[in-house]
């Protein structure tokens, strides 16, 4: 499949829709992206005529099912080029899988005074577990902060491990600024695990996890145009031995008797219960999308509106912009004197145009920056420069209301 933005757009059913008359400009893909028909077909498809519960009966429609289940694990793994298909863990998303390490890896391992190194960049997802760890057993979190223009240099995270640094966990690439950090140096450059945050990179660029060199790297299903509730975990077979199961009951396990318990082998020791089905075959619905498209086609239409959405931003000497790396992806945060980010908001909605406001659940982000919350205009594959234009009529729309 070529690239081409018409054609794509006319994939995903909701952007012919109007808002307040106006026709939408989704920008708010950041929180999470919207679904080609591709994906709601295979939902559609999953419920209507071949649902059944997984791994547990013989029947024709539970062999089927657990074959479309089973086969997105391969799909997910081609889409990360990772080493093993069983490193591939199956997770609501990038949440859940923060905190499967954080209690079947980490705390297990981790005593009071052992330490962590965080970024500020962090979402919340990857900050909360860790401070469960601090609060819990007195595990001690080392924080690195951005440069002035947002970017995070890996040897700047590399100085702050020490002898007794555990776990390295850092964003690939942040939710409010777009900041792309080089977590492959950060790997290379010390013996310590690294887990990484992918909810964003995953979406906007090609992922090698054989060549990363990361021990842990979590993706969420509804950032990558996939449902809610969907998501995955790649963990080295070297930390899979090194974990206990996060959660029990049925599928993760052998046998159970009355004295004991016996676990399955990995992945399905760490998959307890009854699965999210259509779920994660909704995202192997669209990660097959993505990979037909092609990740450097999709890298090489964002970097066209990022550098666009940049160069007009910057003419716009009223509006301050949080974060400028050079190497980014298409994620801007802002804010304007004399308007608060809700304000921002609620005028572009009125325009049509959907963007966040808000912390981004990245308040230590927000400290940084002195800031308590921002306006934030995400790009996807389906955007196009003309939105980004439509983004600037509309900021300086606010503009003139609030001089």
């Not at 600024?177 to 992918?198: E, N, Q």
Request: with cysteine; net charge negative; aromatic share 8%.
């Amino acid at each position: 499949m070529s690239f081409d933005v018409d054609n794509i757009r006319a994939d995903f059913p909701i952007l012919s829709r109007e808002v307040n008359g106006r026709p939408l400009v989704y920008l708010d893909n950041g929180a999470s992206a919207q679904k080609p028909k591709q994906v709601i077909d295979a939902i559609t498809r999953a419920y209507e005529g071949e649902y059944a519960n997984v791994h547990r009966g013989l029947h024709f429609l539970s062999n089927l099912a657990t074959d479309n289940y089973e086969r997105v694990r391969a799909i997910i793994s081609k889409f990360l080029n990772a080493p093993h298909e069983d490193e591939v863990i199956f997770t609501s998303g990038s949440t859940e899988a923060i905190n499967m390490v954080s209690y079947g890896w980490a705390a297990p391992r981790l005593q009071a005074g052992d330490e962590i190194v965080l970024s500020v960049l962090e979402h919340h997802a990857n900050i909360v577990p860790w401070h469960f760890l601090r609060e819990r057993q007195g595990v001690v979190l080392k924080w690195v902060e951005p440069e002035a223009d947002g970017s995070l240099p890996p040897e700047k995270v590399l100085e702050a491990v020490g002898p007794k640094t555990k776990l390295i966990a850092v964003t690939h690439m942040s939710n409010v600024t777009g900041t792309i950090v080089d977590v492959g140096a950060i790997a290379k450059g010390t013996d310590v695990p690294v887990l990484v945050d992918g909810s964003q990179a995953a979406v906007h660029m090609p992922l090698d996890l054989g060549a990363l060199g990361v021990d842990f790297y979590c993706i969420t299903g509804h950032k990558l145009y996939g449902p809610s509730g969907s998501g995955a975990i790649w963990i080295s077979r070297e930390r899979q031995t090194e974990m206990r199961p996060f959660m029990g009951g049925g599928d993760m396990i052998r046998t159970v008797t009355r004295d004991g318990v016996d676990y399955a082998e990995p992945p399905l020791k760490f998959e307890a219960g009854t699965p999210g089905i259509v779920n994660q075959i909704g995202l192997g619905a669209a990660l097959d999308y993505l990979m037909e498209l092609g990740m450097k086609n999709i890298a090489a239409h964002e970097h066209t509106l990022r550098d666009h959405a940049r160069n007009r931003l910057r003419e716009l000497n009223w509006l301050h912009v949080q974060g400028d790396a050079p190497e980014k992806g298409a994620i801007f945060s802002l804010t304007m004197d004399g308007a608060h980010a809700h304000d921002i908001s609620t005028i572009l909605d009125k325009r049509g145009i959907a963007v966040r406001a808000g912390s981004h659940c990245a308040m230590p982000l927000m400290d940084f920056y002195d800031i308590t919350a921002s306006a934030r205009a995400s790009f996807a594959m389906y955007n196009t420069v003309q939105e980004v234009d439509a983004l600037i009529d509309g900021l300086q729309f606010c503009r003139e209301l609030f001089a």
